[in-house]
């Protein structure tokens, strides 16, 4: 019996690859128990362990046939019996992987090049077992062998990192060093305060190449969509939205997000994210024309502001516990730049503000060089705390309750070099004796205050080398343009009639819409209100959002469709194409409406695909039902080889065995390039009652000589049916 272990587990290894084939070429069919996905869910766990066995492998074959280890018996033992050991545990390892892939949220390029890599890695793997023994493996061919299987070792790890931490994982730090800081002028409320945070601390979940929960964060129109749990901002509202809910959740909750295991958001980062939330700002609103006691405005400017590599300070850095202990939801401190121990101190939310809000920070009194106080109800008593914070070069005392007898107080603060006062009740006097003990002064902010332009000019000349700043020196606020009115309705389809519901997310916006096809304007377009516009049938709705101090919205336009008879059952006779699974047989029926972007979830998971086989559905219904339409909704995008269907057929009966030919079509084709669209195939047959109906849709099998594509077969995308 000896040696039957090693040849059992020859045998496994070839069933396994075979296994492993198997499910890279009919993933779309399979259908995996319950259990399984605890099984896949240790792909991470296991990975690790084939990795580090294989590099050892390959490194010990690399030089298997050097005079030194060639006749060594133990050494070429151990090689075997390690490359098989190896193979096995990078089999067991992919098998898992290729189960995991198949949860929801998996999906794109980055993780078919993992597959894919990780496959050939063990493909090669098992090749190199079983020839490595063969009289024409020599040095040469072991060598490029193991360096070729090292390379797609790599790759696979690669991709892997990608998904699990996104893009750029590896260089990540490298790219963000060499990013250019945009100005706080240039600055936008969404694209460079709240999409970094996104980044940073969301993205490696939700993006284009794993979109857990059918949640994208990539950008703007993937924010705004949401995910499988619906909308995640509801703007004007933190508490109602998910985004906000989920990352104030205990960090041991399951729906806490980021996961526990993930890099978690700063207080200062939840902070911006509650306020823009709150603030229901367009999401092109720049930061510097949101008013300059603005909460949002305070934190943008904190968490846009240039660090300095120039200065060094001398103190010592402050204990990292107890700067954690003093953050919290209203007072953020963070280092002025990367690795240094200064402090930048800001505190926010009149609500919260007590006076040992400002003591508790005498314990990193040493380490404070720049503090924010805008806005917040501090007395001339409690200067006497901040003016033991004796390294504080910044000071920021915009309408706060500063008068000059606060301003006293501060005279000991031999490092102060910019001082703001807007707002406050400070006057000339207190300035003129004040200014006289801020010998380091470099700029000084008084506008808004009781000095006269005349008494600001006698400033300037007694103290030149001071920035006096008496106007509002802030970017002016641009003219902005309303978002575009949105569908309020749950649901785009109904079965026999809907209540239109136009929303919008500023308030006090007036709609004017159409259902016809025309452009709405404001002279001759009825204007939306609510309960009063019924919809019996399917239209195209447009809207466009007016209000005064803005620039009219563009047009934004919804198909609303009607879906009177959904069947009761939906069998799918005919093969989805892998890449296109979407729903099965549910898809043509659950209401979810595919996109034509990329980078969308609803491109993977909403759009069937047929290529090279028919498209044959079967409609059951347990009463019979008169129908004398169906629609269908499909892609269009011939410079990718999407194509409507050739021709298309409707079968009806009471018998599915024996149905009836009702109508045959063939639709318009594209004759040109172009932009993708969705088009919606409307057929019209004459009334017909039944209880089966069966539609047949042919792709295009012969792409036409003016394509690029010419010759080859033409893929079929579709979404949604309706049956009228």
Not at 263 to 288: D, G, Y
Not at 321 to 328: A, G, I, M, S
Not at 457 to 486: C, F, H, M, S
Request: proline share 5%; hydrophobic share 40%; aromatic share 10%.
């Amino acid at each position: 019996m000896k040696g039957n272990p090693l040849k059992i587990a020859e045998r496994i290894l070839f069933a396994g690859n075979i296994l492993l084939l198997f499910f890279l070429l009919f993933e779309s069919f399979i259908v995996l128990p319950v259990w399984f996905q605890s099984l896949g869910r240790m792909h991470p766990l296991m990975l690790h362990f084939p990795i580090a066995l294989l590099l050892l492998a390959l490194l010990m074959e690399f030089f298997r046939f050097t005079p030194k280890y060639k006749d060594q018996e133990f050494y070429q033992y151990f090689t075997k019996n390690l490359f098989l050991f190896a193979a096995l545990t990078s089999l067991i390892t992919a098998l898992m992987g290729l189960f995991l892939s198949l949860e929801e949220g998996y999906s794109g390029e980055a993780l078919d090049w993992h597959k894919w890599s990780g496959a050939v890695m063990v493909f090669l793997t098992s090749v190199l077992y079983a020839v490595r023994n063969r009289s024409w493996y020599q040095e040469k061919i072991a060598r490029i062998s193991t360096g070729l299987t090292a390379v797609t070792l790599i790759l696979a790890a690669h991709f892997g990192a990608t998904l699990t931490h996104g893009d750029d994982f590896i260089l990540g730090p490298v790219l963000q060093a060499r990013t250019v800081t945009v100005s706080f002028e240039d600055a936008q409320v969404f694209d460079h305060l709240i999409l970094p945070i996104l980044e940073k601390k969301c993205t490696s979940c939700h993006n284009a190449s794993k979109s857990k929960g059918d949640l994208l964060l990539t950008n703007k129109e993937n924010f705004l969509k949401g995910g499988k749990t619906g909308v995640i901002f509801v703007g004007g509202n933190p508490e109602e939205s998910l985004l906000f809910q989920r990352m104030h959740l205990p960090l041991d909750d399951e729906e806490h997000m980021p996961p526990s295991n993930k890099p978690q958001l700063t207080t200062e980062e939840k902070a911006l994210i509650e306020h823009w939330i709150k603030s229901n700002l367009p999401f092109e609103t720049r930061v510097a024309s949101l008013p300059a006691t603005d909460s949002l405005r305070i934190l943008a400017a904190n968490f846009l502001k240039p660090t300095s590599v120039d200065e060094v300070f001398e103190f010592p850095h402050a204990d990292a516990e107890t700067v954690e202990k003093l953050n919290n939801e209203y007072r953020v401190l963070t280092p002025v730049s990367r690795d240094s121990p200064a402090l930048d101190v800001t505190l926010f939310s009149k609500a919260n503000y007590t006076s040992s809000s400002l003591e508790e920070l005498l314990e990193v009194g040493e380490q404070i060089v720049s503090l924010n106080l805008a806005k917040m109800p501090v007395t001339d008593d409690e200067m006497k705390t901040v003016a033991k914070f004796k390294n504080l070069n910044r000071l920021n005392l915009n309408f706060t309750e500063i008068s000059g007898k606060g301003l006293e107080q501060l005279a000991s603060l031999k490092k102060l070099r910019h001082l703001s006062l807007s707002g406050t009740s400070v006057d000339f006097v207190s300035l003129q004796s004040a200014m006289k003990e801020f010998s380091n002064l470099h700029s000084l902010t008084v506008w808004d205050t009781p000095v006269t332009p005349a008494e600001l000019e006698n400033l300037r000349k007694e103290y030149v080398g001071i920035n006096l700043v008496a106007g509002r020196e802030e970017t002016e606020e641009d003219i902005l343009q309303l978002n575009l009115p949105q569908l309020a309705n749950n649901s785009n389809i109904f079965r026999e009639s809907m209540i239109l519901e136009l929303g919008h997310p500023i308030r006090d916006v007036e709609i004017r819409f159409t259902l016809d096809g025309t452009e709405p304007n404001r002279e001759n377009s009825p204007e939306f209100k609510v309960g009063e516009t019924v919809l019996k049938e399917r239209k195209l709705v447009k809207a466009r959002a007016y209000k005064e101090g803005w620039l009219e919205s563009e047009v934004s336009a919804f198909d609303v469709y009607q879906n009177r008879h959904l069947p009761d059952t939906v069998v799918l006779l005919s093969r989805l194409n892998r890449v296109h699974p979407a729903n099965g047989s549910q898809t043509f029926f659950d209401g979810e409406m595919g996109k034509f972007n990329a980078n969308s979830p609803a491109w993977a998971n909403n759009w069937a695909g047929f290529l090279r086989n028919d498209m044959e559905l079967l409609l059951e219904y347990n009463v019979s039902v008169s129908v004398s339409n169906i629609g269908m909704r499909i892609l269009v995008e011939p410079s990718n080889v999407i194509f409507p269907p050739s021709s298309l057929e409707i079968w009806g009966g009471n018998d599915p065995n024996a149905l009836k030919l009702i109508g045959k079509m063939s639709p318009k084709q594209p004759n040109q390039e172009g932009k993708p669209y969705i088009e919606l195939i409307s057929f019209d047959v004459k009334p017909f009652e039944g209880k089966f109906f069966k539609v047949v849709a042919k792709p295009v099998e012969k792409i036409p000589a003016w394509s690029k594509r010419k010759g080859g077969a033409g893929l079929l995308l579709v979404d949604e049916m309706f049956v009228n």
